[in-house]
């Protein structure tokens, strides 16, 4: 069986190659460095499954094209699912499955990285210093121990959050309309406007969905302590990027830090240092000295990349197998 791999830098191909290897006689993979979006779905002719990240398209238009050639099988090679119609995936009977759970401390871990240095402004010190410049006026920080965070979102990626927060010494709240039981054990619940008017750091964990984009729009960020930091290592989306400009720029938010952009399928994952970016919002963000991003690498460690290849064979086996997958996604 052949898979259209999309989206595919050297290290996917590294892990899918090592965990396919078990598989070499029934599988071939074919690796593809385009993106999936209705211009390049020709390229998935003649295999009968497809492997995708998380900027890979499947509207209905490329999930009817893809049927269309025979595709059978979508795999994500990752946790969210906001670019797949799971409606017309159902309607064309098509298997999908993703990887729920690759390493929710991969992600957690980034959050708490992106806060201590956008809080210690380590990421300035460490171009300072390589400049033999030693001063430390302006990289005054402040300590995160004592501090309250709070986390919209408490799934397996919050609830990590929650357990490293806990344990520097902050009081961690959180907003989660499915909060689970063990979260007592770190913190209070609290609805998310009172969250927002609580919390330093504010951190989000929760999916894209029609009812959480641009959760925090201007009336998110004016209900925010003044100076309080926001963090996003979920979606894009989740986020008015033009809002937040407007609050770095009032002083009203006190810094940002981003591992997701809501326009990132222009610019992340592929090397744009020589080109003119003509994203003005995004550049905008990139003239504060208080905003940090990172182009989506919180999943980014050998043990969640051998976790995703890991689990997209077992969801492939399940697939060949007409077996029963817990890792579906159903519209
Ligand atoms: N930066 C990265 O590399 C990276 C990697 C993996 C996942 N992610 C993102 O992280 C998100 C969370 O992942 P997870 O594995 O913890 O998912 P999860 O499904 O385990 O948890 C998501 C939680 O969000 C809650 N939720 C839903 N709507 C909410 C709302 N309006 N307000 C507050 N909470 C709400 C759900 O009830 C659930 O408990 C994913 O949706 C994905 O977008 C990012």
Redesign the pocket.
Known sequence: MKIAVFSAQPYDRLFLDEAFGAAADKVELVYFTEALAAQSTSLAAGCAAVCVF?NDKLDATVLGALAGLGVRAVLLR???F?NLDTASAAKLGLFVARV???S?E??AE?TLALILTLNRHTHRAWLRVRDGNFSLDGLLGSNLHGKTVGL????????AAARIFKGFGCTVIG??????DQFGAHGAVAP?PELLAASDYVSL?????P??LH?IDAAALARMKPGAMLIN???GGLVDTVAVIAALKSHRLGGLAI??YEQESELFFQDRSADIIGDDVFQRLMTFPNVLVTG?????TVEAMREIAQVTLHNLECFMQQKPCANLVEG
């Open positions: 998380v990752c946790a969210g906001n729920p759970a690759y929710p991969a992600v980034h919209v979102g408490l799934g397996k990626i919050g609830m907003s989660d309309p499915a909060a689970p998310l964990h929760c999916p894209l969905t009812a959480t959760m290592t979920s979606r591992d997701v989506h690498q919180g999943f980014f």
